[in-house]
Structures are given as C-alpha cells and as structure tokens.
C-alpha cells in the first residue's frame, strides 16, 4: 500500500478558492499516475484531475480553468489548486495513486477510479452559495 494522507479541505462561499494536499510517505508521486477524485452523497466517484509521471494533466470538462493539479520537485506531494469554486464542487476528495499504468491508455481523459489501486481517506470541500 502507498499511504496518501489528504489536507486542506474546509468550507468557503461560492468564488472561493482552496488548495487541497496528499502527503505520499516515499517519492511515488514522480514514478506514478497521481489523481484526484470527488464523491458526493448519492452520487458515484469521479475523476476531477490526473498527473502522469512525466508531469502531463488531464482534467474533468467541470473544472478545466479552475482546477490545477502539481507535484512538487522532491515527488512526495500532490497538490490540488481549486479557484472559482461552485456549490456542485462540494464533496470528498480523494487523492490517488495508480502504480500499475492502467490509466496510460486513458490520456487524455479522466482514468477509471479502477486504475487507482491506492487511496487516501479524503479530506471535505463544502461551497455555500
């Protein structure tokens, strides 16, 4: 297992912005697919961004020129820039690892949640309007 450990989560007004972390205990983040994913009450887990190894994003239609997804230089953090954030954007997020390159032949659109073998337990966006 890969522990991932989200931060950063917290209530704002619509406009607001947030930046979420994952702390990732060895230097995964520059060998894997790293990924962000939301889940809301009643509704099924979605992908929102994804960094490949070398760096390339995708993100999800609903938050291209919003969201923006890095890593830092020493690849033991995953980070998630949320900017104009929306009342739909309220959710669990969850960051992701994907050690097994399924999500390769995804690019470049969201990967299935399935390639993510390895999960954080979540950290909470709520957006008021």
């Known amino acids: 297992q890969v522990p991932l450990v989200e931060s950063g989560g917290g209530s704002v007004q619509t406009g607001g912005s947030l930046r979420l972390s994952c702390a990732v205990s060895?230097?995964?983040?520059?060998?894997?697919?790293m990924g962000w994913f939301r889940q809301s009450p009643g509704k099924e887990r979605e992908g929102v961004a994804v960094?490949?190894?070398?760096?390339?994003?995708s993100y999800a239609d609903s938050v291209k020129d919003r969201f923006i997804i890095s890593k830092d230089n020493a690849k033991t953090s995953l980070f998630l820039e949320m900017n104009d954030l929306k009342p739909e954007d309220t959710a669990m997020y969850y960051c992701?690892?994907?050690?097994?390159?399924?999500?390769?032949?995804?690019?470049?659109?969201?990967?299935?949640?399935?390639?993510?073998?390895?999960w954080g337990h979540g950290t909470q966006v709520n957006v008021s309007s």
């Open positions: 992701a690892a994907d050690t097994t390159s399924c999500s390769v032949r995804f690019y470049p659109f969201i990967p299935e949640s399935k390639c993510f073998g390895h």
């Open positions: 060895k230097p995964f983040v520059g060998r894997y697919t």
């Open positions: 960094i490949g190894s070398g760096g390339t994003a």
